[in-house]
Nanobody, 124 residues
Framework: QVTLVESGGGLVQTGGSLRLSCVVS????????TAWFRQAPGKEREFVAS???????IYADSVIGRFTLSRDNAKKTLYLQLNNLKSEDTAVYFC??????????????????WGQGTQVTVAS
C-alpha cells in the first residue's frame, strides 16, 4: 500500500512563494513517475507538473517559469516550489504516483495513488 502525505500549503500574498512537499511511503520510489495536480473550488482536478525517474519534468503551461518540481529519491520526497503566485493558483494541491501501465503523464487516471492534499490560498 502506498501512502502520500503532502505539506507546505498556506496563505500567501500575490507574488509570494511556497514550497510543497510530498513524502511517499510503502513502495519503491525511484522507479515511479510522480506528479502534482490541483483542484480549485468548482473546477476539475488539473495537471500541474510531473517528474520521471530519470528527472525529466513536464509542466502545465500556466506554471512554466514559476513552479519547479524536484525529487529526493533518498528521502522519497517530492517537492514543488511555487514562485510568483497568482490568485488563480489558489487550489488544493495533490501529489500522486503514476501507474506503471500509464501511457501519458497529464491525466489524473494515469495515477493510482494520491495524497490527501494541501491547501494553497493566494490573496490579492
Amino acid at each position: 500500500q502506498v501512502t502520500l502525505v503532502e505539506s507546505g500549503g498556506g496563505l500567501v500574498q500575490t507574488g509570494g512563494s511556497l514550497r510543497l512537499s510530498c513524502v511517499v511511503s510503502g513502495r519503491t520510489f525511484n522507479d515511479d513517475g510522480t506528479a502534482w495536480f490541483r483542484q480549485a473550488p468548482g473546477k476539475e482536478r488539473e495537471f500541474v507538473a510531473s517528474i520521471a525517474w530519470s528527472g525529466r519534468t513536464i509542466y502545465a503551461d500556466s506554471v512554466i517559469g514559476r513552479f519547479t518540481l524536484s525529487r529526493d529519491n533518498a528521502k522519497k520526497t517530492l517537492y514543488l516550489q511555487l514562485n510568483n503566485l497568482k490568485s488563480e493558483d489558489t487550489a488544493v494541491y495533490f501529489c500522486a504516483v503514476r501507474r506503471t501501465s500509464a501511457l501519458t503523464w497529464r491525466e489524473s487516471y494515469d495515477y493510482s495513488s494520491w495524497g490527501q492534499g494541501t491547501q494553497v490560498t493566494v490573496a490579492s
